[in-house]
């Protein structure tokens, strides 16, 4: 069995650590220090034990795959549908690949981050080290996304992300063997800022507050917004900066704290069961009557439409990294009408992002020729272009070489009225369109991000 | 006269003092009912909340500390300071599983100079010191102690993101390795403001971190700029640390106290509203008070004809007492003339008793002088003057027999008479009369019929009338005489199509002594009228000017019952039915 060695060596010192803490350890530390005993180690238990929960292999066997791709989504918790419909995709894209002779044979491993970066660290390990992963992917939290990045740096492993948005990741600590083919969140609020600055000429509004989680998303997302904000010139006085803590049960404190200071625009840059237990609260006030609420990055999702119900809050702008009812085009009705027959319900956006990250690498693995050339493969990847679901028509997206971030143009809608995607009751309408190169970052904000100065 | 104090003012003076003095009573009710929330709300359980909240505060620190003293004491944990490639897998580990929270930010090692050397990012890791440590400092921060722990900040909220505390403690050297340094748990201060909750008294409480540098940190994690009114102090949580907090009832009684404000508005309104209605409705009653004064005015007066104006449905008292007024007129009208009648009868009476002894009897001898002189009279001429004078004595013998019918009416017996037997004396006896003016007298209806009455005096009546309508026809014109039966009463219609009357002779042509024509006497109507009323009947005239007249006699139609009756009472008085006709005198 790969790995069993190195796993073998590993628990022991596990086991110390354990037996060393002894009843010092929190019953939740000893209970999670287990649980990484029994997943680094499973060889130690009889084969006919069921693999660790969430693991699945999906494509060729391994005896047959040109290419071992390792994903790490969340399946647990919170943001479980995001990892679940991420699977769909990937699914989806094997299929195409499947059908396509000339497509190298991919063997595809996904398992269950839980949206901690301690774990999928460890877990990225193993891919690395026992599946012999050529490349690893995923990644929802912007938090876990970094640290498993940084681990593809110092592995020299590409990582390909799929969801997590945190403009860093290809900014500043961006590199070489980082890959994003989703939107992130400077796309997404460099389109948001140019909403607002068209906002502004209507409405005249002045006041802004940001409410985001207290993690890396949020703080990169509340800088970005600052950042695009400056450059369209729009001005604004900040009224109030809120960090609740991601997965935060109960965001009363925060919306009363905005009740009391009301903003003209508050921007939430909170996603999936966060923003929707945001709504949930912050409906039965009157929140909603005293400001407009924006979530530029994730709002737009389709479980968030859904879970709005028959009658969206007034005057909500949303966004998100992919919509089930745009772009119009005949590839997007595809990958959802393809979506739903596979799973039965609507993608929520990290499906098209999983979707598009086989894709790209398939197409990489064939124009590198061979996966196991990393240095091929980044090039290939660099400029590489690709016709995803979320390309509006005569769009073909592309990934930055400066940048290695997908290039993506963005839509902001509003709530309308729409029964056409059941359950959703509404869905997004009265769309802006902001085009792929009028979001991407200049050279110059680049190297300000990168702390690049030109002398 | 006016009065000196409206009814409608005292019951406006009395609804206001009710109106205002509820009001009154509810506001100090209200009153009394909020203090008494308030004392309940904030006073009661406020040191309870607030010791709840210092413990829960204290034991997120201790908590911390705990967590800290896990990696602290550990032996491999110096290795991240002296090698760290040579810190085993494990406790890199147990050190990313402990920094894995979302209230850490991560976890950071100083080296002895307190320098940062090495950070595990946590799950709300970002910025500085994660991926760059040059902005990053402990520089300017308060420190306090708590046990072997070091307290370290807030770092304010800033542009480089929420704030922060790091709760420090060194490493623990074992026997071979002599490594100075510390280990530290990066916080999200948000992690702790947070925990400043009420329970039950949103916007009432309100609590504040007062940090070791004097600044106040909302349970947001956000820097109050501004020290709120009323601040109190708290207990201390940490060395430094305190829990303030602001009574604020006024926050969650506010909506009460627009309430009630909104109550004292609405109030003054209805005042007002009140004082207008009972102002608009005092003139509207006083006007229909004063016409109601002026009508009994009026009648005291003597206008007897005055008469309130109503509708035909009563709206209100004022309306049912009008229509009362003017019931009370009418009867007090026909009252009134009743007594005069009965006045008139009465003088008539008695002038009439003392014409038939004073005029009949020498009227008698009168005649039979006349009577004696024309037969012995052989001038033509005189004697046919002597037979004018016998008329004359005639006519007025039936004068004075008419005043004393009137004067003393005398009911007759009354007896199941045919119609038959009536309509054929009336056209018997008025036969010379139509004949003379041209007149045709007919008959309808079902003779069958019969009346229970007094024959003489139903044949006297009904001539009279047919006589009347014959005299107010023009030559050609045609009286009719109709009956028809209606229920236990008969009716006999006189129509003529003579000269008909004004509404203002209709309403007094049964008045004794009215009469339009220069030979009528003005009783013979009267007669009828009052004949009829005494044989248990109705007497309706209807005319109009220039087409007709038409009399309606109603009597009890004969039947079973008044046959029995009749037959009874014609046991007891056989002889009563000739009184009628019957001078007393005579």
């Known amino acids: 069995m790969p790995g069993l060695r190195a796993r073998l060596r590993q628990a022991p010192i596990i086991l110390c ?49 040109d290419a071992t791709v390792a994903c790490m989504f969340p399946m647990t918790g919170r943001s479980a549908n995001y990892g679940k419909d991420s699977i769909v995709g990937i699914k989806l ?29 460890r877990m990225a390990e193993d891919f690395i080290h026992q599946d012999h992963a050529d490349i690893l992917c995923g990644m929802v939290s912007s938090g876990v996304g970094m640290a498993v990045s940084r681990l593809a740096k110092e592995r020299k ?4 992300g799929t969801d997590h948005a945190s403009s860093r990741a290809t900014l500043e600590e961006g590199h070489k063997y980082y890959f994003r083919v989703s939107s992130d969140t400077w796309y997404s609020h460099a389109a948001g800022a140019r909403y607002l600055k068209e906002l502004q000429q209507t409405n005249g509004w002045n006041k802004l507050a940001f409410l985001g989680p207290d993690y890396e998303y949020g703080r990169v997302a509340w800088r970005d917004l600052q950042q695009a904000l400056g450059l369209v010139g729009v001005d604004y006085e900040v009224t109030g900066t809120y960090w609740p803590k991601l997965y935060e049960p109960d965001y009363s404190l925060y919306i009363q704290a905005l009740l009391e200071s009301p903003p003209d625009v508050l921007v939430v840059s909170l996603w999936g069961g966060d923003f929707t237990a945001f709504i949930e609260q912050a409906r039965t006030t009157r929140l909603f009557k005293q400001m407009r609420v924006a979530n530029l990055d994730a709002g737009g999702d389709y479980e968030t439409l859904v879970s709005l119900g028959p009658k969206a809050p007034e005057g909500l702008i949303l966004s998100a990294r992919h919509h089930v009812n745009w772009p119009d085009t005949q590839l997007n009705r595809h990958f959802v009408n393809r979506f739903h027959a596979l799973s039965g319900h609507y993608p929520s956006y990290p499906a098209q992002g999983a979707y598009a990250g086989i894709l790209t690498i398939a197409l990489a693995i064939r124009k590198a020729g061979k996966v196991t050339d990393t240095e091929a493969m980044i090039s290939a990847l660099e400029g590489l272009r690709i016709r995803l679901p979320k390309d509006p ?26 029964t056409h995607y059941p359950p959703a009751q509404v869905m997004l309408g009265n769309w802006h369109i902001y085009d792929a190169e009028s979001l991407k970052p200049s050279p110059a904000l680049v190297k300000k991000r990168r702390g690049e100065y030109d002398n | 006269m006016k009065p000196r104090f409206s009814l409608v003012g005292r019951y406006t003076l009395l609804s206001l003092t009710l109106m205002v003095g509820s009001i009154a009573l509810l506001s100090a009710l209200y ?84 320098a940062l050397t090495d950070v595990i990012p946590g799950q709300a890791a970002s910025g500085s010191p994660y991926w760059d440590r040059e902005s990053w400092t402990l520089k300017g921060l308060p420190t306090v102690t708590f046990g072997n722990s070091e307290i370290i900040g807030p770092s304010l909220p800033g542009g480089d993101g929420p704030a922060w505390l790091l709760i420090r403690q060194p490493l623990r050297n074992s026997a071979d390795q002599a490594i100075k340094g510390s280990i530290g748990l990066h916080v999200r201060l948000a992690s702790l403001t947070e925990l400043m909750r009420t329970e039950n008294l949103a916007g009432i409480l309100t609590f504040f971190l007062r940090t070791p540098a004097g600044d106040l940190i909302d349970a947001t994690g956000n820097l109050q700029t501004t020290t709120p009114e009323a601040l109190r102090t708290g207990p201390e949580v940490l060395p430094g640390w305190r829990i303030d907090y602001v009574v604020s009832a006024s926050e969650i009684l506010s909506p009460l106290r627009d309430a009630q404000l909104g109550l004292y508005a609405l109030a003054s309104v209805m005042v007002l509203g009140t004082v207008a209605l009972f102002w608009a409705l005092a003139r509207s009653l006083r006007r229909r008070v004063a016409r109601l004064t002026q009508g009994a005015e009026a009648f005291a007066s003597g206008d007897l004809k005055f008469r309130l104006s109503a509708p035909k449905n009563d709206k209100d008292e004022i309306d049912v007492l009008a229509h009362a007024f003017n019931a009370m007129a009418d009867r007090l009208q026909e009252m009134i003339q009743r007594t005069v009648q009965a006045e008139k009868l009465a003088v008539l009476g008695e002038f009439a008793t003392g014409v038939a002894h004073e005029v009949r009897n020498p009227l008698a001898t009168i005649k039979l002088t006349v009577q004696a002189l024309e037969k012995g009279e052989a001038d033509d001429q005189r004697r046919d003057l002597l037979i004018s004078l016998e008329d004359e004595i005639d006519r007025l013998n039936r004068v004075v027999g008419n005043l004393l019918d009137y004067a003393r009416p005398v009911a007759g017996a009354p007896q199941p008479v045919d119609i038959r037997r009536i309509f054929r004396h009336a056209s018997v006896l008025t036969s010379g009369l139509a ?39 023009e030559p050609g014109g045609v009286v009719q005489l109709r009956t028809f039966r209606n229920g236990d009463r008969t009716t006999v219609d006189v129509t003529d199509n003579g000269s008909g009357m004004h509404e203002s002779v209709l309403q007094r042509v049964t008045e004794p002594f009215f009469t339009t024509r220069q030979e009528g006497t003005g009783l013979g109507l009267s007669i009828t009228h009052q004949l009829i009323k005494l044989n248990g009947g109705d007497l309706l005239i209807q005319s109009t ?16 019952d008044n046959l029995l009756m009749a037959h009874n009472t014609q046991k007891q008085r056989p002889a009563d039915n000739r009184h009628a006709f019957t001078d007393p005198d005579h």
């Open chain 1, 157 to 160: 492993t590409i990582l390909i």
């Open chain 1, 93 to 121: 894209a094997l299929e195409e690949l499947a059908a396509d002779p000339d497509s190298p044979r991919l063997r595809v491993i996904v398992d269950d981050s839980r949206s901690k970066s301690s774990f999928a660290v």
């Open chain 1, 17 to 65: 650590t354990i037996t060393f803490l002894g009843g010092l350890l929190t019953n939740a530390s000893v209970a999670f220090v287990m649980l990484l005993v029994m997943s680094s180690g499973h060889a130690t238990v009889p084969a006919q034990v069921t693999p660790f929960v969430g693991r699945a292999e999906l494509g060729a066997p391994e005896e047959t795959a």
């Open chain 2, 435 to 473: 004949e003379t003016h041209h007149v045709t007298v007919s008959t309808s209806g079902d003779p069958r019929q019969s009346v229970y009455a007094s024959p003489d005096q139903v044949i006297q009546c009904l001539v009279n009338l047919v006589a009347n309508a014959i005299q107010a026809c």
């Open chain 1, 393 to 418: 028509e005569g769009y073909v997206s592309y990934i930055d070489p400066g940048t290695h971030q997908i290039v993506q143009a963005q839509a902001v809608g509003t709530p309308v009225p729409n």
């Open chain 2, 31 to 114: 009153a009394a009912v909020s203090d008494l929330l308030t004392e309940r709300l904030a006073g009661e359980r406020l040191e309870a909340q607030v010791a709840g909240n210092v413990n829960r505060l204290t034991s997120f620190i201790e908590n911390r500390i705990y967590q800290l003293e896990t990696l602290s004491t550990h032996p491999s944990t110096p290795l991240y300071l002296s090698y760290n490639d040579a810190v085993p897998e494990g406790v890199k580990e147990l050190v990313r599983v402990e920094a894995d929270s979302p209230d850490l930010y991560g976890v950071l090692f100083f080296d002895g100079n307190e």
């Open chain 2, 545 to 560: 000017k220039g087409e007709g007249t038409t009399v309606s006699v109603t009597l009890p139609a004969a039947n079973s």
